[in-house]
């Protein structure tokens, strides 16, 4: 029998696992389409996800989706309200806790202006079952069906 405080118990505690806040942005246009990028890094490097990254420091998480969609996707939005959380693994052992929210377009805004910019290799507007089918980044799916984003199976 082990003892408590043992070795598997010292282990854990030397272990620091760095947790960093991102974002995302869930986006639709007036025909219901979904706004993804397809990522030009790792992780996820040429899968599809909806816009975001990570929150600067001493930046909120709504100015933090604002600038990075812009950043991804050149398009202006402004934040509704968070849709949820998720955690998904990053490099080197790293955490990354995405909060994400629903956005909408700026009034005014041309959702056709798409471009893609930052670290995003490929950006466009999807249908729901466009994108149940698409190679998106791991769990992203889910959890927009989990969300109501897209349709449950």
Not at 55 to 70: D, L, M, S, T
């Amino acid at each position: 029998m082990g003892q408590a405080g043992g070795a598997d118990e010292s282990y854990a505690r030397t272990m620091e696992i760095t947790r960093t806040a991102c974002v995302g942005a869930i986006i639709r246009d007036q025909r219901g389409r979904l706004l993804l990028v397809r990522r030009g890094t790792e992780p996820g490097l040429g899968r599809w996800s909806v816009p975001g990254g990570r929150v600067e420091p001493g930046e909120g998480a709504w100015a933090a989706v604002i600038r990075e969609v812009r950043e991804e996707t050149d398009l202006h939005v402004t934040v509704d309200a968070l849709a949820g959380v998720v955690e998904r693994p990053g490099l080197d052992g790293e955490v990354y806790v995405i909060e994400d929210f629903y956005a909408q377009l700026e009034p005014g805004s041309d959702p056709r202006a798409i471009h893609a910019g930052d670290d995003a290799d490929d950006v466009g507007w999807f249908y729901p079952e466009q994108v149940v089918t698409m190679d998106c980044v791991d769990g992203l799916v889910d959890a927009l069906r989990q969300w109501r984003v897209l349709p449950r199976t």
